[in-house]
C-alpha cells in the first residue's frame, strides 16, 4: 500500500502523542514493505528539514508563507508574542485561508508523485486555534480516515471550556467527509461522536509503541517515582505534587522526577518546604532518556483528569514499572484496577498519595503489577501486534468493504 499520513508534529522537532505515534506507526509499516509519506502544515519556527527521509519514511512540511527565513534559536517567549500579535491582526487568519488553499494543491500533487491509495489524518487540526471564522480543511481526491485523538471539540467539553462555533463546525465538517473514522479508544469515540453528532461506526485502533525500545530493563532505584508529560492541570500535575507532600512525610528518602515543560515554578509552590528537595524537574527529555527514567523507577504515576489515550502509562508498564492511572476517561481501558496496575481518582490527593506508598512499601505487590502490566503491553500495545490491525483496516478502506468493528 501507498500510504498518506497528515501530522503537523512530526518529529524530531517539538511533538506530543500524535507526533509520536505516527512516527511509530510509519516505521513499522515500512518494515512491513509499505510505501510511506508523511505531510503536515507547519509553522515557519518549527524545527527540521523542508524534506528528509525517516528510516524510510518520506517527510514533507509545506511551511506556511508568514515564515521568517534565516530565523534561528527563537524562544518560546518570542514564538508565543509573535503568535499573539499574528492572530490579533488576522495577519494569521489570512495566512492560514491562503495557505490551506495551497495546502491542498501540495497534498493534491504528493498523492499523484507518490500514488498514494489512503490518507490518515488527526481530528486535532493546530491551524483552527488560530482562526476566528470558518475555514475548513481541504477534501482530498483518495479516501481519507480521520483517527480520533483527541480534538479541540473533545478536549473544551471535556474540561467545561467554551467552544466557538466555528470550530465545533470545521471539526464536526471535518468527520462528516471522511470516508472512515477510527478512534484510539473506546472512550475517545463515544465522546466525540456524541459532542459532534457523528452518527456512523467509528472503529477503534489502540496505539502502538516498540515494547523492544521501551523495555530498557534498568536497575530499579529505591523510591524511585516518575511522571512523564506535559505539566498542565490535564495531566493531574497539580494533584500529584500535594499527593506528594503527603508520600514525603511518611518516605522521605523517596524521590519523584516529573519529566516534561510547564510551568515549573508554580508547581513548585505547591510543594512544602522540605518534600521539595526531594522533587526534580528535568523539562523536556528525549524520548530514550523518558525510557531510562521509566525503566528505573519502582512506580510511575498519571492522575490525568482527561485522556484520549494515554501513552505516558503504556511506557511505564512497558518498562516494566509498577503504574498507577486515572479512574476517569480511558484510564479502565489501559489498566486492569489491581491487577496491571492501579486507578485512582485523580481528584484525591490522599488516594494517589496512599497508592504511591503502598506500591512503594510493599516490593511484592509492586514487582507483581510491574510484570503484569509489562506482559499486557507487550500482548496488546505492541506496535508489531497494533499495525497489522492498522493494515487490514486501512485495506478496507481502500476496498470499499471496511466493517463496523465498533459502533457507537
Not at 30 to 44: E, I, L, N, Q, T
Request: glycine share 8%; aromatic share 10%; charged share 20%.
Amino acid at each position: 500500500m501507498n500510504i498518506l499520513y497528515l501530522c503537523d508534529e512530526y518529529p524530531p522537532g517539538p511533538h506530543g502523542g500524535i507526533g509520536t505515534i505516527v512516527r511509530q506507526q510509519a516505521r513499522a509499516l515500512v518494515r512491513k514493505g509499505h510505501h510511506v509519506v508523511v505531510a503536515g502544515y507547519y509553522d515557519w519556527w518549527y524545527g527540521g528539514e523542508n524534506e528528509l527521509n525517516d528510516n524510510g519514511v518520506i517527510v514533507y512540511r509545506y511551511r506556511r508563507r508568514l515564515a521568517v527565513n534565516g530565523v534561528k534559536n527563537v524562544n518560546s517567549f518570542g514564538i508565543n508574542a509573535t503568535n499573539k500579535i499574528l492572530k490579533s491582526t488576522g495577519l494569521y487568519e489570512r495566512d492560514i485561508k491562503n495557505g490551506m488553499i495551497k495546502y491542498r494543491a501540495f497534498l493534491e500533487n504528493l498523492i499523484i508523485k507518490h500514488k498514494i491509495e489512503l490518507v490518515e489524518m488527526p481530528d486535532y487540526n493546530d491551524y483552527m486555534r488560530y482562526t476566528r471564522k470558518y475555514i475548513p480543511f481541504p477534501v482530498l481526491p483518495v479516501p481519507v480516515i480521520v483517527k480520533l485523538h483527541g480534538n479541540i471539540t473533545y478536549s473544551s467539553k471535556e474540561n467545561n471550556l467554551p467552544l466557538p462555533e466555528h470550530i465545533w463546525q470545521m471539526e464536526h465538517d471535518l468527520l462528516k467527509q471522511a470516508t472512515a473514522v477510527a478512534s484510539v479508544s473506546k472512550y475517545t469515540a463515544q465522546k466525540t461522536a456524541a459532542y459532534l453528532e457523528y452518527k456512523k461506526p467509528v472503529t477503534i485502533l489502540y496505539n502502538g509503541i516498540d515494547t523492544t525500545v521501551a523495555n530498557q530493563k534498568g536497575q530499579k532505584i529505591k523510591g524511585r517515582v516518575v511522571f512523564t508529560g506535559a505539566l498542565s492541570e490535564n495531566k493531574g500535575i497539580y494533584q500529584l505534587v500535594k499527593a506528594w507532600n503527603l508520600v514525603h512525610a511518611q518516605l522521605p528518602q523517596a524521590s519523584l522526577y516529573i519529566l516534561g515543560k510547564g510551568p515549573i515554578k508554580k508547581i513548585e509552590k505547591l510543594l512544602d518546604k522540605r518534600s521539595v528537595r526531594t522533587v526534580h524537574f528535568t523539562g523536556h527529555v528525549s524520548h530514550s532518556d523518558v525510557n531510562k527514567y521509566l525503566s528505573t523507577a519502582e512506580v510511575a504515576v498519571f492522575p490525568s483528569m482527561a485522556e484520549s489515550f494515554g501513552l505516558g502509562p503504556i511506557e511505564a508498564m512497558a518498562n516494566g514499572t509498577a503504574t498507577i492511572y486515572t479512574k476517569k476517561t480511558v484510564g479502565p481501558e489501559i489498566v486492569n484496577d489491581g491487577e496491571t496496575g492501579i486507578l485512582v481518582d485523580p481528584l484525591d490527593t490522599e488516594e494517589i498519595a496512599d497508592n504511591i506508598i503502598l506500591l512503594l512499601k510493599d516490593l511484592t505487590l509492586q514487582q507483581r503489577l510491574a510484570k503484569a502490566g509489562q506482559d499486557f503491553v507487550i500482548t496488546h500495545f505492541d506496535i508489531n501486534n497494533v499495525i497489522e490491525k492498522n493494515i487490514a483496516f486501512y485495506r478496507s478502506v481502500i476496498n470499499n468493504t471496511f466493517e463496523k468493528i465498533y459502533s457507537i
